[in-house]
């Protein structure tokens, strides 16, 4: 009985505290935290806890089945995505509570498009109807929109509105995706459609425009224009919240549709050629990362990296042999929980650093390792991760995707994992390169609350013990995959 | 062909035709008139082709209303950035960096 | 001609081409989702089939998209409060139009009565009638009618959140006896589906009234306000 | 073939042409609700009375009025002290 229970408090929860924190006084907002982070957590770890004991599962909304209702799918992908969202945005929200008294004209509203954003996403985490996607989509989409906005400077408000354009005109390709779909297959839901998929012209349109999409919503290079404004602008935990966490949303449905439609329908150079642009995005992010100037730049620009190496996802897993195609959905979703949290601690950690030194600029660092230790471990914590050196959970993934690439004989993307943790050895060495020089100009330093130092520090820590305890979360991601459980 | 297919071939040519504007224009309020021309034309394919020869459908239809809401919801939201970005700026463009 | 608008043209030419073939190389579905929704409407609640899909069958679909709705109004208020604004001068001080206001009042009010009723049996429904709702608040604020309780901002944040919190109540109280969220009792399913219709009536309604009246009013004057973020950057 | 349905569908491209080639923005978003009316009625040939209700009040009507609001806001007479590139047009 309280297994029905806690999946749909997943998106209720969140959605009844957004509108709740609509409804009481400014000072009581963030307090709501308090509630409903305890609660969305239970709720996360008794889906976790059914799934081990109880198997995969479809929730049927309503009470109908698919395809004339609307169905939920609590499989070992979603439930690791919830539980991923559950500790970056609890944390991201811990941090937000004292990070924001310093913006009280944007504070206020962060709390309700928190929880709304929230709501989207474990919404699309869960989605088994590709309409139902869409929707889960500008959810997400919207709020994330919103949050950019929030301070309402002129950067921030440009930044939002080419973030929305972005936004707005990838879902509607999605949509148009969807709407070839349903005239050729008749069902919204992906079960039917995986039954029913055959290869014809309206299908490859459908997902041409499915990808394309997704693509722009993901900012996969060359489409990335919108995301280093809005992520490296925003408000330090929105940024965290953006770069960890929503740009996963449209590469989940990505892989998603991907698994449905794609390894029987789409020709093989499609495949080939995501793997080209995310390798285009690995050299071309990591290239920027390490010219800029602005330290949240450079993190943002690092997000544009990062976001390549999940797309070797679909070279190694499309007519590949069974056990490439397993290590390759390992490697990947590693790569995509690992990223998550040390993205998230490096954006925190930049933050708590911009604040130490009250500037932006990355050359106004020098000599602060003497002053913010624990902010810069941090730092350095989650850099080790990006860069794929061991122990790290980035290390790991991309050790599986290594594998992949070896077992199915694509040596190129060797060159990519390679090169690429190199790019962010560049970038994040350059940081602890100005911190540790000595220099005249730094000679006191803020310090700011402790919560904002461990909030970052357990996110950190965290990037690295997923490489350590690896075995466990792949297990438990592949339940209810094509990927077996073996 | 039946009417239904008609409409979807002008939202075929709707979609194209908005695209074109969406990315050709520079001044936002045109950008949102062009997204909104877009969002017709899915939805012309989504009824028209949905209804080709096979007679009326409900799904589509409750889609549909579904989609119109979540686009004026979002072109209400752009409109609402887009004063205020005007506000702050005094432009109704957004600068050519990146 | 820029490289933007030969991008724009060529990107535009490849998409239409791509969806005429998708349009003429289309097999026919074998799935056929209307017969599933004609042999469900008994058990639906309600007559007319747009109804039971919005509000039984995908009636998740309808709750997220007034979140997005809800969002929208979020942002706006959130704008206004980063960047506030003068107060505003009343609309158009026409006697005529508030003479025509009196007596189009009550037949708007009467039209959404009437749509929300009929949507159970016939076109209509919750989102027509909470439109017609919001043009009457749109009429309103053009005649300058003083509309004491719209600027009451806590009544407006009550009547805005009220259609979602009723939808997401009623989810979850019909999970009680053990059936999942949204299951609607089929005895109480046209009862919980009007409930559900007003209130989402009375929420769009304030919603799309709240998206036009929270953008920076006329009375104020981007220049000054120009001016002054450019002292306190 | 269905005369009536071809020549609306004509018509709506024509108009949506219209709308997103015309000079003046007023003009624009005039042809814009013009579209979005006739929208209505490609709903009603369709069989959709819902969604031509649902377009005629949302689509054309709410979405109109907003984007003439944010019109009558663009044309707010403007100080002599701000000339910036992109202001009109």
């Known amino acids: 009985m309280i297994g029905l229970w806690s999946v749909p408090l997943l998106f209720a929860l969140p959605l009844a505290l957004g509108i709740l924190s609509l ?54 992908l979603a439930v690791g995505m919830i539980l991923m969202t559950t500790l970056v945005a609890s944390l991201c929200a811990l941090y937000a509570r004292v990070y924001l008294r310093d913006y009280p004209a944007s504070s206020s509203f962060f709390w309700p498009l928190l929880w709304l954003l929230w709501a989207g996403m474990n ?28 301070r309402a400077t002129p950067q921030a408000l440009a930044a939002a509105m080419r973030y929305l354009l972005a936004a707005l005109l990838g879902s509607l390709a999605y949509l148009l995706g969807v709407a070839l779909l349903y005239a050729t297959y008749g069902t919204l839901s992906m079960a039917g459609l995986q039954e029913a998929a055959a290869p014809n012209a309206t299908t490859h349109v459908a997902l041409a425009l499915i990808i394309l999409g997704l693509l722009l919503k993901t900012a996969l290079f060359p489409l990335h224009a919108w995301l280093p404004p809005a992520h490296g602008g925003a408000l330090t935990p929105v940024s965290a919240l953006l770069s960890a966490l929503v740009i ?48 949240k730049q450079l993190v943002a620009y690092s997000t544009v990296a990062q976001i390549g190496y999940l797309f070797l996802f679909f070279p190694l897993v499309t007519g590949t042999g069974p056990e490439a195609a397993r290590l390759a959905w390992d490697g990947t979703l590693m790569m ?10 490096l954006f925190l950690s930049a933050g708590n650093l911009i604040l130490a030194v009250g500037s932006t600029q990355i050359s106004h660092l020098v000599g602060i390792s003497r002053f913010r230790p624990m902010s810069l471990f941090s730092f350095g914590l989650a850099g080790v991760s990006l860069m794929g050196l061991p122990p790290s959970g980035g290390f790991t993934g991309k050790w599986l995707l290594l594998h992949s690439a070896i077992l199915s004989d694509q040596w190129w993307w060797l060159i990519v994992l390679f090169l690429g943790g190199l790019l962010s050895a560049a970038y994040i060495f350059k940081v602890f390169r100005m911190s ?46 094509a990927f077996g459980a073996g | 062909m039946s009417g239904a297919l008609v409409f979807a071939w002008s939202g075929v040519l709707l979609f194209g035709l908005g695209l074109f504007g969406f990315i050709a224009h520079r001044h936002l309020l045109r950008r949102l008139l062009a997204f909104n021309i877009m969002g017709s034309g899915s939805f012309l394919v989504l009824v028209g082709l949905a209804q080709d020869g096979r007679g009326v459908d409900p799904v589509p239809h409750a889609m549909v209303i579904t989609g119109i809401v979540v686009a004026v919801a979002s072109t ?23 | 001609m820029s490289l933007r608008l030969v991008s724009a043209a060529l990107l535009c030419v490849a998409v239409t081409v791509a969806l005429a073939w998708a349009v003429l190389d289309r097999p026919l579905p074998e799935e056929n989702l209307p017969d599933r929704v004609a042999a469900a409407m008994p058990e639906s609640g309600v007559d007319h089939p747009v109804t039971a899909v919005l509000l039984n069958f995908r009636s998740y679909d309808t709750l997220l998209e007034i979140a997005v709705l809800l969002l929208a109004v979020v942002v706006a208020l959130a704008l206004r409060e980063a960047q506030p604004d003068q107060p505003e001068a009343m609309g158009l001080d026409n006697p005529l139009l508030r003479a025509v206001m009196a007596w189009l009042l009550p037949l708007i009010l009467i039209v959404a009565g009437f749509l929300l009723w009929a949507g159970s049996y016939q076109p209509g429904g919750a989102f027509q009638a909470g439109s017609v709702l919001a043009a009457a608040g749109v009429l309103l604020r053009l005649a300058g009618v003083t509309t004491a309780w719209l600027d009451n901002a806590t009544l407006m944040r009550a009547g805005l959140a009220l259609g979602l ?29 009007l409930v559900i219709e007003l209130t989402l009536t009375l929420s769009i309604g304030l919603t799309l009234i709240s998206l036009f009246r929270l953008t920076p009013p006329y009375a104020d004057d981007p220049d000054e306000a120009r001016e002054q973020a450019g002292k306190t950057p | ?78 100080g002599s002290r701000v000339d910036k590139p992109g202001k009109h047009q």
């Open chain 3, 165 to 193: 919190l009723t939808f997401l109540g009623v989810g979850l109280l019909v999970m009680i006896p053990g059936a999942p969220f949204l299951t609607y009792p089929l005895e109480y399913a046209g009862t919980l589906i």
């Open chain 2, 76 to 98: 209400a939201l752009a409109l609402v950035v887009f004063r205020r970005w005007y506000r702050a700026s005094g432009r109704t463009d957004l600068p050519e960096d990146t």
């Open chain 1, 23 to 76: 409804l009481v006084t400014p000072a009581w907002r963030p307090r709501l935290i308090f509630v409903g982070l305890p609660l969305l957590t239970l709720a996360s770890v008794d889906v976790l806890a059914r799934l081990v004991l109880e198997g995969p599962r479809i929730y049927e909304l309503g009470g109908w089945e698919a395809p004339l209702g609307i169905n939920l799918v609590v499989d070992g």
């Open chain 1, 123 to 150: 919404g699309i985490w869960l989605a088994e109807d590709i309409f139902n996607l869409y929707v889960g989509l500008e959810v997400m989409g919207l709020a994330a929109v919103g949050m950019v906005a929030l």
């Open chain 1, 436 to 481: 540790f020089r000595e220099g005249p100009q730094i000679d006191r330093s803020i310090t700011p609350p402790l919560t904002l130092d461990v909030t970052a520090l357990i996110l950190a820590s965290a990037s690295i013990l997923i490489g350590l305890t690896a075995h466990l979360p792949l297990f438990w991601l592949r339940l209810g995959s």
């Open chain 1, 248 to 295: 996963k949303g449209s590469f989940y449905i990505l892989m998603r549709i991907w698994l449905v439609l794609g390894p029987e329908v789409t020709p093989i150079f499609t495949a080939q050629l995501l793997g080209v642009l995310g390798a285009g995005a690995v050299f071309y992010g990591g290239w920027m990362a390490w010219r800029q100037h602005h330290l």
């Open chain 4, 1 to 78: 073939m269905p005369w009536l349905d071809l020549l609306l569908g004509l018509t709506l491209v024509v108009t949506a042409g219209l709308a997103l080639a015309a000079r003046d923005l007023f003009r624009a978003v005039v042809m814009f609700i013009v579209f979005g009316l006739l929208m209505a009625l490609a709903w009603v040939r369709l069989h959709a009375p819902d969604i031509a209700l649902a377009e005629a009040a949302i689509g054309a009507g709410l979405t109109g009025v907003l984007l003439l609001d944010t019109l009558g806001y663009l044309r707010r007479p403007f």
């Open chain 1, 336 to 345: 995509l929980v690992a990223h998550a949290l040390a993205k998230a601690a």
